[in-house]
């Protein structure tokens, strides 16, 4: 893109006109060359080099024209009558600088060599764009309230469904897009991207990922943001709980009495065996820890798996079944 006018001014790419206006006015005040008479010539190629930043970037049609075809298709585009040939403003440094702080001499707190020449005086004694101020509390006047920025329209969000697989070990999407954008000449255009997505490890439903200006564009308008939201398929075996994996498991009563053993497949196709020798009654809950869900924040750590057990009672017993039952039970 050649010159990075967003890098320049310190701001997002997708800068309000306020955004612009504050960060032109902190520069411009920092970089000043009658403010720095001890490197003037750094501060006058600074000074110079964030003005023409903020022409441009004020400027709607110049930043749809920069944000699409960088510097260079600034320069080739062809100039409106009051616009120069190198297809930046015809305003110098020192005209934006009074449009925002005034045309009056500039005193930054000296006499002589720190007064400004560049802009005309007033007369007045002893006054200045800056007199009668402190600190950041500045009476800034800009003819730039009049100009109308486009407006960034509210974000486009689309499911990205994934499998509790995906969201246990992570995975590589590639999602193709198609979308409506304007040229630099203010005319409609498709236009295809394939965007990558990592999906990380532990991510949980409601995670969104937002791809900055990849979504459709209408006239007089900033491209939408596309974002996109993960969505969880449910598992034929897993439930998630938070960080957590529940699962539900049948077992018999004299399982639940005598002892088991629970096999399962985990979500990263490992087996799993899981000894249970405490008795289990209906509903038991039996906890294992760290083999539950990644937790995104806390690379190496896991939540639990928490399996709740169904015992299956018998609906029939011999008589010698019921009596050998209540020999084993002591009854």
């Avoid at 403010?35 to 930043?53: C, D, G, L, M, V």
């Avoid at 990644?294 to 299956?312: N, S, Y």
Wanted: proline share 7%; hydrophobic share 30%.
């Amino acid at each position: 893109m050649g010159v990075d006018y967003y890098n320049i001014l310190k701001v997002y790419k997708n800068a309000t006109e306020d955004d612009l206006k504050k960060a032109y006015r902190k520069l411009a005040m920092k970089w000043h060359p009658d403010k720095n008479p001890t490197n003037k010539k750094e501060a006058e190629a600074n000074f110079k080099q964030i003005s023409e930043a903020y022409a441009v970037l004020s400027d709607p049609q110049r930043r749809m024209v920069y944000d699409q075809l960088g510097e260079q298709g600034l320069k080739d585009r062809p100039p409106p009558e009051n616009e120069s040939t190198s297809g930046f403003s015809s305003r110098s440094a020192e005209d934006i600088f009074a449009e925002f702080f005034g045309s009056s001499p500039l005193n930054f707190g000296s006499s002589g060599p720190g007064r400004s020449k560049r802009f005309p005086s007033d007369g007045g004694a002893g006054g200045g764009a800056f007199s009668g101020f402190s600190g950041n509390d500045f009476n800034f006047r800009t003819h730039s309230e009049r100009a109308t920025m486009p407006k960034k329209p509210p974000p486009v969000e689309t499911k990205l469904a994934c499998s509790l697989e995906e969201l246990y070990s992570g995975s590589k999407r590639k999602m193709k897009i198609s979308r409506t954008i304007m040229d630099a000449y203010g005319k409609e255009i498709k236009d295809a991207e394939i965007l990558s997505i990592e999906v990380k490890p532990g991510w949980k439903k409601g995670t969104k990922i937002t791809f900055p200006d990849k979504g459709n564009q209408q006239k007089n308008q900033l491209p939408a943001d596309l974002v996109f939201v993960i969505d969880e398929k449910p598992h034929e075996l897993f439930k998630r709980d938070g960080n957590d994996l529940i699962v539900n498991q049948s077992i018999t009563l004299a399982e639940a009495i005598g002892g088991t053993s629970v096999y399962l497949k985990t979500l990263d196709k490992r087996s799993l065996c899981v000894p249970v020798k405490d008795i289990v009654s209906p509903g038991y809950e039996f906890v294992v820890a760290n083999e539950g869900m990644p937790i995104t924040k806390e690379p190496g750590h896991r939540g639990d798996l928490k399996i709740i057990f169904e015992v299956k009672f018998p609906t029939k017993l011999t008589p010698e079944q019921r009596a050998g039952l209540k020999r084993a039970l002591g009854g």
